[in-house]
């Protein structure tokens, strides 16, 4: 089997994280751990954490880091992460978040940091036209729905607009990503781990440019 991988994936809302590393984890053999899908998959369970979370979710704002951290934690701690490696998607997003996974993971716990560079403007178009499997999180758009109308061509679940895909709680997240999450390209930076990828390119090419960076990455530390 493959070798597996240690990765967090930043960039902001529609930069392509979530199809990226759904490619990657079959690829890698790695679990996708996706904040935005566990915490979603809460709410639609409404369990205390879901109802805690909602209002939040639904206006675009961020959840407190120590609530993430220990769903993430937790996660981190089944046997496929702790074996294999993970894709973090959607997390860290504030420096007290990457500070807390560095103190969980150890100073050789990431391979390497992703970051998908996007213009604000093309996230903006592809966030308000973006459609979403309510059950298994698989991407679509308006010009590229399912087969069958807005049945997921995956699990046979419903497909949605997000809540939160809407005009206003993009304004919320994009600018809690200026303020929260672009500092964490420096925080990576300083610690050697940063690879930047255009993110603008189609998906074919972004998905192979971060595979060759990740070989890189795991053949220099060989
Ligand atoms: P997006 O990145 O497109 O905003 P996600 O699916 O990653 O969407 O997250 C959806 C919502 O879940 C966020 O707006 C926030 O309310 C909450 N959330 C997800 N991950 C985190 C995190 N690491 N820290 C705080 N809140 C989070």
């Not at 769903?71 to 074996?83: Q, S, Y």
């Not at 698989?138 to 087969?147: E, K």
């Amino acid at each position: 089997m493959a070798a597996g991988v240690r990765l967090v994936v930043l960039g902001k809302q529609g930069a392509g994280k979530g199809t990226q590393c759904v490619r990657l984890s079959h690829r890698y053999a790695v679990p996708h751990i996706s904040t935005g899908d566990m915490l979603r998959a809460a709410v639609r369970n409404k369990t205390p954490l879901g109802e805690q979370a909602k209002v939040l979710m639904d206006g675009g704002s961020l959840l407190p880091d120590e609530l993430v951290m220990s769903i993430v934690a937790e996660r981190l701690a089944e046997r496929d992460a702790r074996t294999r490696g993970f894709l973090l998607d959607g997390f860290p997003r504030t420096v007290g978040q990457a500070e807390m996974l560095e103190e969980e993971l150890g100073e050789h716990g990431l391979d390497c940091v992703i970051n998908l560079e996007v213009p604000t403007e093309l996230v903006m178009n592809r966030l308000v036209t973006r459609r979403v499997c309510e059950d298994c999180g698989a991407i679509y758009s308006l010009s590229q729905p399912p087969t069958q109308p807005w049945t997921c061509d995956v699990c046979g679940g419903s497909v949605i607009q997000r809540p939160d895909d809407t005009a206003d709680a993009i304004m919320v997240r994009l600018s809690a990503y200026e303020k929260e999450t672009r500092p964490l390209i420096d925080f990576y930076a300083e610690r050697g781990l940063l690879e930047t990828i255009d993110g603008s390119q189609d998906p074919d090419t972004v998905f192979s440019a971060t595979v060759s960076v990740i070989t890189r990455r795991k053949e220099g530390s060989a």
